[in-house]
């Protein structure tokens, strides 16, 4: 079933980015493995899915231990974190998607300094200014990324977007649309200055992934339509 799943997937992100040949070339799947055992992760994995996403860091940390066999598995932390569980974390996550605060970078690169690493990360957007929604407001970015651009251990590789929930996942296209404009900008911007490894623009899940990727999205977060439905209260 998720072999079938993740098959079809790749095929409409394949066709999807056909749809806007001019600003997608390859867009990266992350398969949202969230509140499903390792053995979901597994079976993804014989399928040839080698990317995660968790968005708890207890969650994760039991089952990158439970996969630590799958040589080539990479997990993607992509919830909201608390600056409280940054220390665990150093080694664990290839990218963390959810950067959206000077409090946490400021804890993000006490602790990655300290053991000498780096981390790639993106920057959460909170464009449609939802209130009680992660992400740093259009009005506070540049501060937060001239901060972020300060911190060595931290490798800022692009934007991450988390739109509103709505009925009709088309009504969204404007937001994915103007947050790849941003990015764009932003990626012009900083090959000028000479920062490098700008080029994720995380955004697109389940209900919207294909109007994500029109919209130039080059990494989609994908889990029910992979994994199936989620009980949250089991
Ligand atoms: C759960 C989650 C997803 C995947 O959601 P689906 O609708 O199941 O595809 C994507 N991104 C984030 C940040 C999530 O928390």
Do not use: W
């Amino acid at each position: 079933m998720i072999a079938e799943n993740l098959a079809e997937i790749n095929n409409r992100i394949k066709k999807a980015t056909e749809k806007s040949p001019q600003i997608n070339k390859d867009v990266t799947l992350v398969a949202v493995s969230k509140t499903f055992p390792s053995s979901s992760i597994r079976e993804a994995y014989q399928a040839g899915q080698k990317i995660f996403g968790e968005n708890k860091v207890q969650e994760a940390l039991d089952k990158i231990d439970e996969c630590k066999d799958l040589s080539e598995a990479e997990f993607h932390m992509i919830g909201h974190l608390q600056s409280n569980k940054v220390k665990y974390i150093p080694g664990v996550f290839k990218l963390i998607h959810s950067v959206d605060r000077k409090s946490l970078v400021k804890e993000m690169h006490k602790r990655f300094y300290r053991e000498g690493r780096k981390q790639d990360i993106l920057v959460q957007v909170n464009l449609a200014l939802e209130e009680q929604k992660g992400g740093v407001n259009q009005t506070n970015l540049d501060d937060l990324l001239e901060y972020i651009l300060q911190c060595n251990s931290l490798n800022l590789r692009g934007f991450m977007l988390m739109p509103p929930f709505l009925e009709n996942p088309e009504d969204n296209r404007y937001l994915f649309a103007k947050m790849y404009e941003l990015f764009a900008q932003y990626k012009d911007q900083f090959e000028k200055s000479g920062t490098e490894g700008f080029d994720t623009l995380s955004m697109g899940m389940s209900a919207d992934f294909e109007i994500a990727v029109e919209e130039g999205s080059n990494m989609v977060r994908v889990g029910s339509k992979i994994f199936g439905q989620r009980n949250y209260n089991k």
